[in-house]
């Protein structure tokens, strides 16, 4: 789209340059012009919202039967993730980023809040995000396809450390996931960041 | 064809036209006013563009070299709320305020007096929230957007986020007022012969924007309202230990938000319209197409406010989806016209058609990533990322500078009576055109790498050189500024006498003389279309009708 | 009606309309109230022109016209005595000093908000005395009357373009 505009733009300063005092014809307008560039973008938008709902039900879509649930706790300045039924809790700091452990290419059932001001939860890798805003809980389903450790921000600015206010993701195989949790659970406290 | 002399008042104008500070303490002008508008807001441009110097500087490099982490909050807080409300909708409101007037055929405002208590009130309000730097704490560090419970005063004490939201408050009714005055002028102070459909389309841009200013403004200032409520005077509108909402503020503040974009950019597609046909020797092409896509565009506006929140799980996605992406289609209608005037002319390069056409092509960028913006599924990829940051700066700055510039060259001469430089004037756009994609386009890649928004740090080290680049471009938009201010300083003392209409213009400020008198025309001729001074030009010789 | 009442009901309208359909997509309080404000206020005040247009003897339209003018399709015919305003030409207040002294009055109010009933109280009175002296002009005006033009503005005549509009 940009570069058929963008051509014709560049396209008629080449050749309408002016060459003397001489008017060009004096046209005011085109109906059938003005109809058909109302016609095709419409139709463009039409077919990208069609797209758009199909992209948007993937990104919401919410499995019956997660196979984990993290209840995460977005505060002023870190965050705190909570498995649940597990009694395993990995609670972070501003200078101790805290590392959220899942299995991959299993649905996570995220359960967010805020404990205080309006905070998102963000990680580039999932290609989503959601405000986490006091007084009320919001649920998703992230999906990790690939094993590895990934950075996640929060994105909704909430105060002084906001740009501190870092978590990791690190995926692993279900197995490893098992043998994690197993060891936090066995050692009764918050775990630390970084086991 | 004979002129009809419209007789006007005998004004005393004994008096010198140098005008001195008292003169514009009392004035009640439009063009004076005017002038004070966009010298203010122009100052504020500075400020605002000062403080995003300074930011960039931080952000360069990863790691906290040149500030801390409250200041730079500050910083870009000041920022966004300078540029978005005390500069931009200003300068089309100065632009208007001068112009308008003299292109319906009028003598000034409907309502003079009033006309200037909106300036005082807006002025006032900037200083009010610009003293928000000398009180302890300093000014506010909400973001822009100042979202509770944030900008609530258990998390963000002190005096400068209260005076942010007075500043504000003042600034909002003086738009409001304005506004009341401005759409009254324009359907009741025209010219005998010009119907609305033989106005110019800058005046239809102002007459859009007035309209959306009176619609929208009372949201913000409620929101403004009970946010000082919930702070000073124990509300709880926004608190949910109190049975309030943050998602209600956001709300209130997006109702406003959006129209208020469009508030800043009507005017702008205003300028372009009227630049565009004067340097390529044609009528603008679909002059009504035009001016339904103004409502077309400020209608939908309304109607999209909540595509700020998709991520908030609050509201119902697809109705906002779909309408953010329709506006695409007014907005092609603008530009293919534009293009279309442009298409079998015979244009000249000169720095405010340059600018149009700069306009053109940055807009192109902006509202092409603005429709992508407005997919859900790449909304909660990209939000409060610099994906979004980069896509209003191109839409909000890029297009506004150079609709605003372009609208500076065009029209100082008749301001002044003299011409900008040509020479300095090319410096400056190409400064500015560069300096800009410089620094915004790479931060669409930064974006959507997944670098966030308002951090005074980035922990990944990859982002720097991106971030480098950024900042490099950004002094070199600067430069182009500074090239723009010394041309005006140095054209308003030596610039080549300009003449009534240096530029064979159309509509009917270039009838008069430049700079008009006081009471803005010594004659009127009749309207027979939307472009009165090109009639008068090409008129036959003999006593036939024109055309 | 006039083309100002068109606009507004126009206006109220879409907000009418988009307000209904938006409240069955969403159940959403806020924006719909928003929407319906929209149409509400905009639909009053354009009611209001229409009456008062009409009490003025506007030229009454037929159906069609309305309608056409209703949809923001100009009018075929050109503009007509009616369109003509004299008492808008040429008119001027002087030079003053109030709106400056009236806006610095609400803005030292404004601020005593944050700072005490005591600003407030001396923003109310300069803001008090700004609006006295405007009030006081204008009444000046209504009895003396502005600086008038030498004669009523003339007539231009009968527009000659017919054929056109």
């Known amino acids: 789209m940009f570069l058929v505009v963008a051509g014709l733009l560049v396209w008629s300063m080449l050749r309408y340059r002016r060459r003397g005092d001489e008017l060009p014809p004096q046209i005011h307008g085109n109906n059938k012009l003005e109809l058909t560039w109302t016609l095709i973008p419409l139709l463009l938008v039409i077919v990208l919202f069609v797209v758009t709902i199909q992209g948007q039900n993937k990104a919401l879509q919410r499995s019956t039967r997660p196979a984990l649930e993290v209840d995460v706790l977005a505060f002023q300045w870190s965050w705190r993730f909570a498995y649940e039924g597990q009694g395993v809790e990995v609670v972070g700091s501003p200078g101790n980023v805290p590392e959220l452990v899942v299995p991959v290419g299993q649905p996570v059932r995220i359960r967010l809040r805020s404990a205080d001001v309006v905070h998102s939860f963000y990680v580039p890798r999932t290609l989503f995000k959601r405000q986490a805003i006091p007084g009320r809980t919001t649920e998703f389903d992230l999906t990790f396809e690939k094993v590895g450790t990934y950075q996640g921000h929060c994105v909704q600015f909430c105060g002084l450390a906001h740009d501190d206010m870092l978590f990791r993701v690190r995926v692993v195989s279900p197995g490893e996931f098992q043998s994690w949790l197993a060891q936090a659970s066995r050692s009764g406290s918050p775990s630390q960041p970084g086991t | 064809m004979a002129t009809t002399e419209v007789p006007l008042p005998a004004l005393p104008e004994a008096h010198e036209e140098r005008a001195g500070l008292v003169d514009y303490l009392i004035t009640v002008d439009h063009k004076k006013i005017g002038v004070l508008y966009i010298f203010t807001a122009f100052a504020v441009f500075l400020f605002g563009g000062v403080l995003a110097l300074l930011f960039r500087l931080e952000l360069a490099q990863p790691g906290m070299q040149v500030m801390g982490q409250n200041t730079y909050n500050q910083l870009f807080t000041i920022h966004g709320t300078v540029m978005v409300l005390l500069f931009a909708a200003q300068v089309s409101t100065g632009l208007g305020n001068y112009l308008m007037p003299l292109q319906i055929g009028a003598a000034d405002v409907a309502f003079p007096r009033l006309n200037a208590m909106s300036y005082w009130l807006y002025l006032f309000g900037t200083l009010v929230l610009l003293s928000s730097f000398f009180v302890a704490g300093g000014p506010a560090a909400s973001g822009w957007t100042a979202y509770p419970p944030l900008s609530d005063s258990k998390y963000l004490q002190g005096t400068g986020m209260d005076l942010w939201i007075i500043g504000l408050a003042l600034a909002g009714i003086a738009a409001i007022v304005g506004a009341v005055n401005l759409v009254t002028t324009i359907f009741r102070m025209r010219v005998p012969g010009m119907t609305m459909f033989r106005m110019p389309l800058f005046t239809w841009g102002i007459l859009v924007n007035q309209l959306i200013i009176l619609f929208a403004f009372p949201a913000i200032t409620a929101a403004l309202a009970m946010l000082l409520l919930d702070r000073n005077f124990g509300a709880g509108f926004f608190d949910p230990a109190r049975g309030g909402s943050p998602v209600l503020y956001q709300h209130l503040f997006w109702f406003f938000g959006h129209p208020e974009v469009y508030i800043v950019i009507l005017p702008m597609f205003g300028i372009i319209s009227e630049i565009v046909p004067v340097f390529s020797r044609q009528p603008i092409f679909g002059y009504r197409a035009l001016v339904f896509a103004f409502f077309g565009i400020a209608a939908l506006s309304f109607g999209v406010w909540a595509h700020h929140m998709f991520t908030t799980d609050a509201i119902y996605l697809p109705f906002f989806s779909l309408l953010t992406m329709l506006i695409a289609v007014p907005t092609g209608i603008k530009i293919f016209n534009w293009i279309g005037t442009m298409w079998g002319g015979a244009i000249s390069f000169t720095t405010p058609m340059l600018c149009a056409i700069a306009f053109i092509f940055v807009f192109l960028v902006g509202g092409i990533t603005g429709v992508f913006l407005g997919s859900t599924p790449i909304d909660f990829q990209v939000n409060d990322t610099y994906y979004v940051v980069a896509h209003f700066h191109y839409v909000m700055v890029a297009a506004l500078l150079f609709a605003m510039f372009g609208g500076f060259y065009f029209w100082f001469p008749k301001m002044t009576g003299r011409l900008l430089s040509e020479r300095l004037g090319k410096w400056h756009f190409w400064l500015l055109f560069i300096g800009f994609n410089v620094t915004f386009f790479v931060q669409f890649n930064l974006g959507l790498e997944g670098m966030p928004r308002r951090i005074a740090d980035y922990p990944e080290r990859s982002w720097g050189t991106y971030n480098t680049i950024s900042t490099v471009g950004s002094f070199i938009m600067a430069i182009g500024i500074l090239v723009f201010i010394w041309n005006f300083f140095v054209s308003l003392r030596r610039g080549r006498p300009a003449g009534d209409d240096p530029w064979e213009g159309n509509s009917l400020e270039w009838v008069t003389t430049s700079p008009p008198p006081h009471h803005n025309f010594h004659e009127i001729p009749e309207i027979h279309s939307e472009r009165p001074a090109f009639d008068l030009r090409h008129r036959p010789p003999s006593e036939a009708d024109a055309r | ?165």
């Open chain 3, 1 to 165: 009606m006039t083309d100002e009442a068109a606009v507004l009901l126009r206006v109220s309208l879409f907000g009418f309309v988009s307000g209904i359909i938006y409240w069955f997509v969403s159940y959403e309080p806020l924006g719909t109230v928003a929407l319906l404000l929209l149409g509400a206020g905009p639909g009053f005040a354009g009611l209001i022109l229409v009456q008062a247009h009409r009490r003025q003897g506007g030229a009454a339209e037929s159906r069609g016209d309305t309608l056409r003018r209703l949809a923001g399709i100009p009018p075929p015919d050109p503009p007509g005595p009616e369109d003509l305003r004299d008492d808008d030409l040429g008119v001027l207040p002087l030079p003053t000093i109030w709106p400056f002294a009236t806006s610095l009055g609400l803005a030292i109010m404004l601020t005593g908000l944050i700072y005490g009933l005591w600003l407030i109280v001396l923003g109310g009175g300069i803001a008090a005395y700004g609006t006295w002296g405007w009030l006081a002009a204008i009444n000046r005006e209504n009895r003396y009357g502005r600086i008038q033009a030498e004669q009523p503005p003339a007539n231009p005549g009968p527009d000659p373009d017919r054929a056109d509009g």
